[in-house]
């Protein structure tokens, strides 16, 4: 380890055990110099590199501060931050974790429509709130476009997509520092459809794709529905997959492929580090195997700007990155797409097979909406509602919930991972939740293993209200007398 990164990790080690609060300035660059007995150069490369990370923030004229983002992974029910592990202990395997065969899409779907079936509080929905979409504009323009058009020609429609749409998406990444070949671009019925058309190119059934733990359960669904096996690698909650732990299972077995949410992880809400994203996609390449890519809350970020992702340290064509508008602007739209590097061409095929387009109407209205302006404005306030609604469900869980409770800290995205006493069967929980008119999404859902059956995922896009907080109660109700 170099010695700005040693400082960097002292610095960022007591700022997680709170000796520098959120807000709070950090040593100046001289007083650092100073106190740890290093150069100025030295101080100042790990502060950026704390920057990086997004632990601290420069203010102009008046020195380094800590983000918000900065706080510790997991917070103790009790509101006093939990001790840090490297790895949290509850998503290690006692054993080394081995491929097998993926059935959860049962569960799912059965507590998907339990959900859906009951007029409850929907803390347990894995949508956002659709009144923060601007769905009645994106229609306005979709219904002029039907008035303009009486009939399709089906031939402009076929994969890729729609030529307008495709440049307005490569014209977004270049806005943000990510420059993309527009030809790169296919036009998918959503970011599943990307996923599992990546998943489809890259590896046959039989094969063994490496997923975070826990992991999105579409991205499970993907490894099923394709006759797979996943195999499940432990996932700290704040920086993502265990890298060594994935060069373990490289090294014991092969791999086809390796599926992850680099960023605002459903259902950790982590932001990789970019040089952890780095890593993992020079570790891929050594090995020569793909990696996909899902980066559909791409936009919905807490900090400052958006986050890198694993396609930007791609050189090789490996990273086939998924995402879509379904989270951002228009859930219902279904426009997703992918940039599958050196496989482009095959799932071009395979959407032309599988699919044959996607609706023209949609990608037309979002195009349209995208060169008219106030996507930007959009998200500001996307962003700022989903902040402020992610504080106010942490401190009621804190202050509802019993003691042992833990909890993720999202960076991004609208949902929140909770750890209840390990006596709690999440899927009781949810049972007896939803006969209270509350729904929440039960731990079991996120693996292909028991190791989660004490967690739920909780949604906090919706606005905040009365009967929220009264749902929250009861749930922590139902929780204490569980434990």
Same mark, same amino acid.
């Given at each position: 380890?170099?010695? =700005?990164?040693?400082?960097?990790?002292?610095?960022?080690?007591?700022? !997680?055990?709170?000796? +520098? %609060?959120?807000?709070?300035?950090?040593?100046?660059?001289?007083? &650092?110099?100073?106190?740890?007995?290093?150069?100025?150069?030295?101080?100042? /490369?790990?502060?950026?590199?704390?920057?990086?990370?997004?632990?601290?923030?420069?203010?102009?004229?008046?020195?380094?501060? @800590?983000?918000?983002?900065?706080?510790?992974?997991?917070?103790?029910?009790?509101?006093? *931050?939990?001790?840090?592990?490297?790895?949290?202990?509850?998503?290690?395997?006692?054993?080394?974790?081995?491929?097998?065969?993926?059935?959860?899409?049962?569960?799912?779907?059965?507590?998907?429509?339990?959900?859906?079936?009951?007029?409850?509080?929907?803390?347990?929905? *894995?949508?956002?709130?659709?009144?923060?979409?601007?769905?009645?504009?994106? /229609?306005?323009?979709? /219904?002029?476009?039907?008035?303009?058009?009486?009939?399709?020609?089906?031939?402009?429609?076929?994969?890729?997509?729609?030529?307008?749409?495709?440049?307005?998406? &490569?014209?977004? =990444?270049?806005?943000?520092?990510?420059?993309?070949? *527009?030809?790169?671009?296919?036009?998918?019925?959503?970011?599943?459809?990307?996923?599992?058309?990546?998943?489809?190119? @890259?590896?046959?059934?039989?094969?063994?794709?490496?997923?975070?733990?826990?992991?999105?359960?579409?991205?499970?669904?993907?490894?099923?529905?394709?006759?797979?096996?996943?195999?499940?690698? &432990?996932?700290?909650?704040?920086?993502?997959?265990?890298?060594?732990?994935?060069?373990?299972?490289?090294?014991?077995?092969?791999?086809?492929?390796?599926?992850?949410?680099?960023?605002?992880?459903?259902?950790?809400?982590?932001?990789?580090?970019?040089?952890?994203?780095?890593?993992?996609?020079?570790?891929?390449?050594?090995?020569?195997?793909?990696?996909?890519? /899902?980066?559909?809350?791409?936009?919905?970020?807490?900090?400052? &700007?958006?986050?890198?992702?694993?396609?930007?340290?791609?050189?090789?064509?490996?990273?086939?990155?998924?995402?879509?508008?379904?989270?951002?602007?228009?859930?219902?739209?279904?426009?997703?797409?992918?940039?599958?590097?050196? +496989?482009?061409?095959?799932?071009?095929?395979?959407?032309?097979?599988?699919?044959?387009?996607?609706?023209?109407?949609?990608?037309?209205?979002? %195009?349209? =909406?995208?060169?008219?302006?106030?996507?930007?404005?959009?998200?500001?306030?996307?962003?700022?509602?989903?902040?402020?609604?992610?504080?106010?469900?942490?401190?009621?869980?804190?202050?509802?919930?019993?003691?042992?409770?833990?909890?993720?800290?999202?960076?991004?995205?609208?949902?929140?991972?909770?750890?209840?006493?390990?006596?709690?069967?999440?899927?009781?929980?949810?049972?007896?939740?939803?006969? !209270?008119?509350?729904?929440?999404? *039960?731990?079991?859902?996120?693996?292909?293993?028991?190791? +989660?059956?004490?967690?739920?995922?909780?949604?906090?896009?919706?606005?905040?209200?009365?009967?929220?907080? %009264?749902?929250?109660?009861?749930?922590?109700?139902? @929780?204490?007398?569980?434990?």
């Amino acid at each position: 380890m170099k010695l =700005y990164e040693k400082l960097a990790d002292e610095v960022a080690e007591a700022i !997680r055990r709170g000796v +520098f %609060a959120v807000g709070e300035r950090v040593l100046s660059v001289r007083q &650092a110099s100073r106190q740890h007995g290093v150069s100025i150069k030295t101080v100042l /490369n790990a502060y950026a590199l704390l920057e990086s990370r997004g632990q601290i923030e420069t203010r102009p004229q008046s020195g380094y501060f @800590v983000r918000e983002a900065a706080q510790t992974a997991l917070v103790a029910a009790s509101g006093a *931050p939990s001790k840090h592990r490297d790895v949290d202990p509850s998503s290690l395997p006692a054993a080394p974790p081995e491929a097998a065969a993926v059935d959860v899409s049962r569960l799912v779907l059965s507590t998907l429509r339990s959900i859906r079936a009951h007029d409850a509080v929907p803390l347990g929905s *894995p949508y956002p709130d659709p009144s923060l979409f601007p769905w009645r504009r994106i /229609n306005q323009y979709a /219904n002029a476009i039907a008035r303009r058009h009486t009939s399709w020609n089906l031939i402009d429609d076929l994969p890729p997509g729609n030529p307008e749409l495709i440049r307005q998406i &490569a014209r977004r =990444y270049a806005e943000n520092g990510l420059p993309v070949d *527009p030809d790169e671009i296919v036009i998918t019925l959503g970011a599943t459809e990307a996923i599992n058309l990546s998943l489809q190119a @890259v590896a046959r059934p039989g094969d063994t794709v490496a997923v975070e733990s826990p992991t999105f359960y579409a991205m499970l669904h993907a490894i099923e529905r394709l006759g797979m096996r996943a195999i499940e690698v &432990a996932t700290h909650p704040r920086t993502g997959i265990d890298i060594d732990a994935l060069e373990q299972v490289i090294a014991r077995q092969k791999i086809a492929a390796c599926m992850v949410m680099p960023n605002f992880q459903n259902p950790l809400g982590f932001q990789m580090p970019d040089e952890r994203k780095r890593q993992l996609v020079d570790l891929l390449a050594a090995h020569g195997i793909p990696a996909i890519e /899902n980066d559909v809350y791409q936009e919905l970020y807490f900090g400052d &700007a958006r986050p890198s992702t694993l396609k930007t340290y791609d050189t090789q064509g490996l990273v086939l990155h998924c995402a879509s508008f379904s989270k951002s602007l228009a859930a219902s739209y279904r426009i997703g797409w992918a940039m599958p590097g050196r +496989f482009r061409a095959q799932v071009e095929k395979l959407k032309f097979l599988n699919t044959l387009t996607t609706p023209s109407v949609p990608q037309v209205a979002v %195009a349209d =909406y995208l060169r008219q302006g106030g996507y930007d404005r959009h998200l500001r306030h996307v962003r700022k509602v989903y902040r402020q609604q992610a504080r106010i469900m942490t401190a009621m869980v804190q202050r509802f919930f019993p003691a042992g409770t833990r909890m993720s800290e999202p960076q991004g995205g609208y949902v929140l991972w909770v750890e209840l006493p390990g006596q709690v069967d999440s899927m009781r929980l949810y049972q007896a939740a939803l006969a !209270r008119g509350i729904t929440v999404g *039960p731990g079991m859902m996120f693996s292909n293993r028991s190791d +989660f059956r004490h967690f739920i995922r909780l949604n906090y896009s919706y606005p905040w209200t009365a009967q929220t907080e %009264a749902a929250l109660k009861t749930l922590g109700e139902l @929780v204490a007398q569980m434990a």
